[in-house]
Every structure is written in structure tokens, then in C-alpha cells.
């Protein structure tokens, strides 16, 4: 893939208003899998909490429009891995990332959304793969959810995990933000991975004190 612009999929905060669960729910479409199938691609979204998951790559980088996007952080990959899986629902399935936080039992926690690109990530990473195990949820409080996955390392070790974290940040330049012409070209190229893997939309969730 070319990337012209390499934060255009992650670059600006965005809002929305919540669509109601009950609707979400019903416009659910739901795959013709049965619980314990599993998929190595695919598009999914994870929520995440309104602080600590997502971030700017870049301290000094523009707050609305950084030039190298938002990454999850390093508290996000940790309860991650403490907790051996990822829960995910299956964009196609969901149909939004607004319909994703609005399912979620706990939704009033979460204001962001990042869409992983699970056959991606299987591609980049040749000694560590995943999975995404269809897991719906039938009864409240977590259900319903048809469009229910937990994304497992097909190693069965957190190791995985780390591996991903790894192989998405390692790239870019250290520091603040990149100075050199070689260290900006080596985070745009960067960014433009990133943003293939992994795209966070900031602020999905309707909040009143955020612009």
C-alpha cells in the first residue's frame, strides 16, 4: 500500500453522538460462525477507556492533527497481555465504531475505538500469529452481542503480544518529536505501517468537555 499521507486514517479527533444500544443491536449482522470458530482476518474494533489507552506517538506533535497519529499505549498492551486476549467485535457485524462502544455493558468507560487489521498483523509478524475466536454473548450484562471475539496468539503465550507491541513501535525515532530529515522520514514511513495495522478514531463516543 502507498501512503501519500501517512496519519490521513488516525490523524484528526473526531466526534459523535452515540447511537442507542437497542439500535445498535438490532442492525447487528451476524456471522454464519457458531462460538469457538475462529478467523486469521478481518477487520475489528477494540474500545478504549477515555485516558491511558491511546495517545499522541509524539509529545510535542499537534494536539487536534498530529503528524504521526495516536498509538495505543504502553498500558494498553499491558492489561493486554495480563489478560492473555483481546476483546474485539467484528467491524463488518458491528457496523460502526460508535455501535461498538454503545454495545459494551460498560460503555459510559469508553470514548475511543481502534480498528485492527487482523490478517495484517498476520502477515507483518512470520513467527507470531493470531487468531480471532468467534465468541458471542447471548444474556446481559455483556450480551447480547452477536458480533463478539476475543483475539487469541495462536502460540497460546503473551509473548505474542509483546511482539506486536514491539514490531508496531520499535520504528519510530525516539524523543519528543523527530528533528532530522532522516528521523521524519523514518516516522512517516512508520505512521504509514502503523495506521495499516492499527487506526484509532479519538472521541467516538459524545463527550461535552471535549472538542
Not at 484528526?12 to 447511537?19: A, E, P, S, V
Not at 494498553?76 to 459494551?104: M, P, R
Not at 487489521?117 to 446481559?140: C, I, K, T, W
Given at each position: 500500500?502507498?501512503?501519500?499521507?501517512?496519519?490521513?486514517?488516525?490523524?484528526k479527533w473526531r466526534t459523535?453522538?452515540?447511537?442507542?444500544?437497542?439500535?445498535?443491536?438490532?442492525?447487528?449482522?451476524?456471522?454464519?460462525?457458531?462460538?469457538?470458530?475462529?478467523?486469521?482476518?478481518?477487520?475489528?474494533?477494540?474500545?478504549?477507556?477515555?485516558?491511558g489507552e491511546?495517545?499522541?506517538?509524539?509529545?510535542?506533535?499537534?494536539?487536534?492533527?498530529?503528524?504521526?497519529?495516536?498509538?495505543?499505549?504502553?498500558?494498553?498492551?499491558?492489561?493486554?497481555?495480563?489478560?492473555?486476549?483481546?476483546?474485539?467485535?467484528?467491524?463488518?457485524?458491528?457496523?460502526?465504531?460508535?455501535?461498538?462502544?454503545?454495545?459494551?455493558?460498560?460503555?459510559?468507560?469508553?470514548?475511543?475505538?481502534?480498528?485492527?487489521?487482523?490478517?495484517?498483523?498476520?502477515?507483518?509478524?512470520?513467527?507470531?500469529?493470531?487468531?480471532?475466536?468467534?465468541?458471542?454473548?447471548?444474556?446481559?450484562?455483556?450480551?447480547?452481542?452477536?458480533?463478539?471475539?476475543?483475539?487469541?496468539?495462536?502460540?497460546?503465550?503473551?509473548?505474542?503480544?509483546?511482539?506486536?507491541?514491539?514490531?508496531?513501535?520499535?520504528?519510530?525515532?525516539?524523543?519528543?518529536?523527530?528533528?532530522?530529515?532522516?528521523?521524519?522520514?523514518?516516522?512517516?514511513?512508520?505512521?504509514?505501517?502503523?495506521?495499516?495495522?492499527?487506526?484509532?478514531?479519538?472521541?467516538?463516543?459524545?463527550?461535552?468537555?471535549?472538542?
Amino acid at each position: 500500500m502507498t501512503c501519500t499521507k501517512p496519519c490521513a486514517r488516525s490523524a484528526k479527533w473526531r466526534t459523535g453522538r452515540m447511537l442507542s444500544k437497542e439500535g445498535c443491536i438490532d442492525s447487528q449482522k451476524t456471522p454464519a460462525y457458531v462460538k469457538g470458530d475462529t478467523v486469521d482476518n478481518g477487520l475489528f474494533y477494540r474500545n478504549l477507556k477515555r485516558k491511558g489507552e491511546a495517545s499522541k506517538r509524539y509529545e510535542n506533535d499537534d494536539d487536534s492533527h498530529p503528524m504521526y497519529g495516536f498509538k495505543l499505549t504502553k498500558k494498553f498492551w499491558k492489561n493486554a497481555v495480563s489478560q492473555d486476549d483481546l476483546s474485539l467485535n467484528e467491524v463488518s457485524c458491528t457496523g460502526s465504531a460508535g455501535c461498538s462502544i454503545a454495545i459494551h455493558p460498560y460503555s459510559d468507560s469508553y470514548f475511543h475505538v481502534a480498528t485492527i487489521d487482523l490478517g495484517r498483523v498476520n502477515e507483518m509478524l512470520s513467527d507470531h500469529s493470531f487468531v480471532a475466536q468467534y465468541d458471542p454473548l447471548e444474556s446481559p450484562p455483556d450480551g447480547p452481542n452477536q458480533c463478539h471475539y476475543e483475539l487469541l496468539p495462536v502460540n497460546g503465550t503473551t509473548q505474542s503480544l509483546f511482539a506486536l507491541q514491539l514490531y508496531l513501535d520499535s520504528p519510530f525515532p525516539r524523543g519528543k518529536m523527530p528533528n532530522s530529515t532522516a528521523d521524519c522520514r523514518t516516522a512517516e514511513e512508520a505512521t504509514c505501517t502503523y495506521n495499516q495495522v492499527v487506526s484509532i478514531k479519538r472521541w467516538v463516543r459524545e463527550d461535552t468537555q471535549c472538542n
